[in-house]
């Protein structure tokens, strides 16, 4: 049996135009859809084989490169959605680092999260028309409930895909929810009793599930992208129904062709792992509501009102 010219594990065929082994294609294969940036030092001496080969990724790329694995065929073509949701979320990470130079990662209350929120919310809002032109298209009302629902769903979204751990909620200005110490985000201890359960239930139904998908960054803006053009959405127009269901369709094609590269023939079971998120976001925003509600009939206000008027609640 031949080796991988990468690390001498046994090969399981030509991958890339080179013999090697299934892993190192695969690691080859992220390296190019996710356009990694090594930043670790290295002389480029590093030994690999196959008990070692994970510990020195910048070594890992540059033999495969040397052995002749070719990027400019195997690279997959960004479609027009996926240009458009990269350059949108390169936006986002940009503004972020505008806002929040000085990044954190410290223990946040819910009043800091409010103030986060609101300041990101708003940026959102701002370069919704680079991944999304067609909204101009749309009137304004209609507009109006496709971007609330879109900016709340992925403030809950974006927040899950970045924390790598369930226990530590990473926000976008870099600091995090302690959720092993539920109690110290509240200063309330009603709150903190009266709020849990829903916490809890959007763990089990968005955090966790995203989090054991293990979406890469593309995975991700198309999920976005998903969410936004939701046709289901109450109170939208025959019109805004059409141009939903059209977006989407090109959505799914873009996301087959990209899932076919990376995943080959478990393409189809990837792309419904994606598509099985959607109903855990859905519930998730509407426990997010029920929740508002529930803390202006008790008084116990917990969200900025930013978040009451993405959901239209006037209580």
């Known amino acids: 049996m031949k080796k991988c010219e990468i ?24 390296c190019l859809t996710s356009d990694t940036n090594f930043v670790k030092p290295c002389d480029i001496q590093c030994e690999l084989n196959i008990k070692c080969r994970r510990l020195c990724s910048m070594c890992r790329f540059q033999k495969c490169k040397a052995v002749g694995m ?8 960004k479609g027009k959605m996926l240009k458009r949701l990269s350059n949108f979320y390169r936006r986002l990470e940009n503004r972020k680092l505008e806002e929040w130079p000085i ?3 410290v223990r946040i209350n819910y009043i800091l999260m409010n103030a986060t929120m609101k300041q990101y919310s708003i940026i959102i809002s701002k370069e919704l028309e680079i991944a999304f032109p067609e909204i101009k298209q749309i009137t304004e009302d209609q507009l109006k409930i496709i971007r609330d629902n879109f900016i709340l769903s992925f403030l809950l979204v974006e927040i899950s895909f970045k924390s790598k751990i369930a226990t530590r909620l990473l926000l976008p200005n870099g600091a995090y929810i302690d959720y092993q110490n539920f109690d110290l985000f509240y200063d309330n201890l009603i709150a903190s009793k009266l709020y849990k359960p ?19 960054e593309s995975e991700f803006q198309f999920l976005s992208a998903l969410i ?88």
């Open 7 to 30: 690390c001498s594990e046994p090969s399981d065929g030509r991958h890339f135009g080179v013999v090697s082994c299934r892993a190192c294609a695969q690691f080859f294969r992220r």
């Open 70 to 77: 070719c990027e400019k065929h195997e690279k997959p073509k």
């Open 103 to 105: 990044r954190e990662e």
């Open 198 to 216: 829903y916490w809890d239930f959007r763990m089990n139904n968005l955090v966790n599930p995203i989090i054991e998908a293990k979406l890469n």
């Open 228 to 315: 936004f053009w939701d046709a289901s959405l109450p109170n939208l127009s025959s019109e805004t129904v059409k141009l939903c269901q059209k977006n989407r369709q090109e959505i799914f094609k873009e996301l087959s062709d990209y899932t076919t590269f990376m995943h080959q023939d478990k393409s189809s079971i990837r792309v419904a792992k994606i598509v099985l998120l959607l109903n855990g976001i859905s519930v998730s925003v509407e426990t997010f509501n029920h929740q508002l509600i529930i803390s202006k009939l008790h008084g116990v206000e917990i969200y900025h009102e930013t978040m009451h008027t993405l959901n239209g609640l006037e209580l």
